[in-house]
């Protein structure tokens, strides 16, 4: 059975005849899912063509997510499902409301231009790299959430550099690629100096920063702040053994954390937004009515992802800082 036919005369580029003719043997029932494409130095020889032509067809047919390469075996069929042009990988470092807010806003942006395949890493090394090296010349797009993964820059690299994007979290080691992003240390300093009025009464300023997802940046915007304005500050890991007093303001990036301080407060009676205060990392409905509103410090989700859909269907190669705003409410 003859996959592929070459037509040297033609106009059409040989690659993308080798393309429209593996296309059309699974349109057309001659090749299945699984089943294994003819080898390169085979299509070369047959065909008189040089490996280039035939690795830039099988490359394309890669990104389109029809085929699939296996280390030591050869190329594959992957999906007999083709309708879509463009393939995105999308990495995730955890689902939560507020980022769900962000994929459903991606996903709707994207529409019927591209199939998007979803992925979590957990804030797991180990996760991060399987998933990278498993997908390398997969996907059109590489859209990368890396969190605070450590040591991750070495896989990414390996990725094609214009095909990646960083969303959420950028550090400066990843600065060369393309991406929308938070800036924490310029929203935080920016909120709190926009509200310095209304928090001039509080003398000691905390932050609860467990560290295992939370980016160091948000420490360094209240520690410039506090630095610059003369306040004094601490950085929690949690709260045990730590004493709610009068004068304090907390920084809640966690709302498991949120809780606990909203109970303690109670607890030992000190009244939100005048013994105690709080601001509370990314905005929920369910804070606006919580404890007659918790104040909050959020970037809108929804917004970066229809932004990021827009520059991954334009191939925009930008950087851009999705702001974060301060919703001032009761516990401040």
């Known amino acids: 059975m003859k996959l592929i036919t070459i037509d040297k005369e033609s106009n059409l580029p040989i690659y ?52 699939q390469s ?141 560290g295992e997802k939370e980016p160091i940046d948000m420490v360094n915007g209240l520690k410039k702040y506090c630095e610059i304005y003369h306040k004094k500050y601490t950085v929690l890991s949690g709260f045990q053994k730590h004493d709610f007093k009068k004068g304090q303001l907390y920084l809640i990036p966690n709302d498991r954390q949120l809780v606990e301080a909203v109970e303690k407060c109670r607890e030992i009676h000190l009244k939100l937004g005048s013994d105690i205060g709080i601001i509370s990392y990314n905005e929920t409905p369910l804070k606006k009515v919580v404890e007659n509103g918790i104040t909050t410090l959020s970037t809108d989700f929804s917004q970066m992802g229809k932004r990021l859909a827009q520059m991954v269907i334009k191939g925009e190669k930008i950087q851009i800082e999705n702001p974060a705003k301060l919703y001032f409410r009761k516990s401040l």
């Open 16 to 67: 993308k005849q080798i393309i429209a003719c593996i296309e059309q043997a699974i349109i057309s029932k001659r090749l299945f899912r699984n089943d294994r494409l003819p080898s390169v130095n085979k299509v070369c020889i047959e065909h008189q063509i040089s490996r280039d032509t035939v690795l830039l067809a099988y490359d394309q047919l890669k990104k389109k997510g029809i085929i």
């Open 70 to 210: 296996i280390p030591a075996k050869g190329y594959y069929v992957r999906t007999e499902d083709f309708t879509y042009e463009k393939r995105y990988f999308l990495l995730f470092d955890e689902l939560n409301s507020f980022k769900e807010d962000l994929l459903n806003a991606f996903l709707e942006g994207i529409g019927q231009k591209g199939h998007v395949d979803i992925f979590f890493h957990h804030f797991n090394y180990s996760m991060f790299r399987k998933l990278l090296h498993d997908n390398i010349g997969n996907y059109s797009k590489y859209i990368i959430m890396p969190g605070n993964v450590e040591g991750i820059e070495t896989l990414i690299a390996a990725l094609p550099k214009d095909e990646v994007y960083i969303i959420d979290q950028m550090r400066d080691s990843l600065q060369h690629y393309s991406g929308i992003y938070q800036n924490f240390v310029k929203d935080i300093f920016e909120a709190l100096t926009t509200y310095s009025e209304a928090i001039e009464k509080y003398s000691h300023f905390i932050i609860v920063f467990p």
